[in-house]
C-alpha cells in the first residue's frame, strides 16, 4: 500500500535539491527534468504516484479519431495521490491539461498534474490552488493536434525514464523522479540530508565557516 504518511511528511520536510542529492549519492544520476518544466505558480508542490499518459501528434479530427477517450478514461481513474504524468515529448504546440481536468483530479484527490506539453485554463486552475507542472502555457487544445495513445506504460521527459507507481516530486526548483524501487531508501536519506542541513544552517548562522561545516559534515 502506497504510504500516505510518508507523502505527508515529503510534502511537509522535503525539496528537490536534497532529494536531487540524495538521488545522486544512491547513483541515479539522471532523475531530475528538464528546466523548462515549471509550476504554475512558485508555491505550488507536486508530490506524488505516476500515472504515465503518452500522446502523439495528430493533424486532423472527425469521428474515427475520438482524441479524448483514453484521456477520459486515465483522469477518471485516479486514485488519491496519484498524479496524471502526460509525455507529449516536447511539444509545446498542444495543451492537454486545462481547468476541468483539474477539477475532477482535485475532487479525486490527485497528487497534481506533470507534462511536458503546455496547460491552459491557467487562471482558474491558480484558483483551485491545484498543482500543475508544465512545459509552457497555451490556448491549443489538443483536439486537431495531439492524442493520448496508451497510459500505464513507460516514458520519458527529457531524457528521464518515468514510469506508473513512480514518486514525482516538483517544487520552484524542478521536478524529481524516484523510480518506485528506491522510493523508501531516497525518502530515508533526504530525510537524514534535510536534518544535516538544518544543523549546518544553525552553525552557519552562530559564525562558522563554510569550510569548516564542510569538513565536519561534507553538505553543502
Not at 549519492?25 to 508555491?43: A, Y
Not at 476541468?100 to 497534481?112: E, F, N, V
Not at 513512480?166 to 524501487?181: E, N, S, Y
Request: net charge negative.
Amino acid at each position: 500500500m502506497k504510504n500516505t504518511e510518508m507523502l505527508a511528511a515529503a510534502r511537509k520536510c522535503l525539496y528537490t535539491p536534497v532529494l536531487s542529492d540524495t538521488l545522486d549519492s544512491l547513483g541515479m544520476h539522471q532523475q531530475v527534468l528538464p528546466p523548462g518544466v515549471r509550476p504554475l505558480e512558485d508555491t505550488m508542490m507536486l508530490c506524488g504516484w505516476a500515472r504515465v499518459g503518452l500522446y502523439m501528434p495528430i493533424y486532423h479530427d472527425d469521428e474515427t479519431v475520438n482524441v479524448y477517450e483514453k484521456e477520459l478514461e486515465l483522469i477518471d481513474s485516479l486514485q488519491p495521490d496519484e498524479v496524471p504524468v502526460l509525455i507529449c515529448h516536447g511539444n509545446s504546440g498542444i495543451a492537454p491539461w486545462g481547468e476541468l481536468l483539474s477539477t475532477r483530479a482535485q475532487y479525486l484527490q490527485a497528487g497534481g498534474c506533470l507534462t511536458d506539453g503546455s496547460v491552459r485554463d491557467v487562471r482558474r486552475i491558480r484558483e483551485l490552488r491545484f498543482p500543475v507542472f508544465a512545459g509552457g502555457i497555451s490556448p491549443l487544445d489538443t483536439k486537431f493536434r495531439g492524442k493520448l495513445m496508451w497510459f500505464d506504460v513507460p516514458g520519458r521527459i527529457g531524457g528521464v525514464a518515468v514510469k506508473s507507481g513512480d514518486l514525482v516530486f516538483g517544487d520552484v526548483d524542478g521536478v524529481v523522479i524516484i523510480p518506485q524501487h528506491a522510493v523508501d531508501e531516497t525518502m530515508e536519506k533526504a530525510m537524514e540530508k534535510v536534518q544535516g542541513e538544518d544543523l549546518v544552517r544553525e552553525r552557519l548562522e552562530g559564525g562558522e565557516s563554510l569550510q569548516a561545516m564542510f569538513e565536519q559534515h561534507g553538505i553543502l
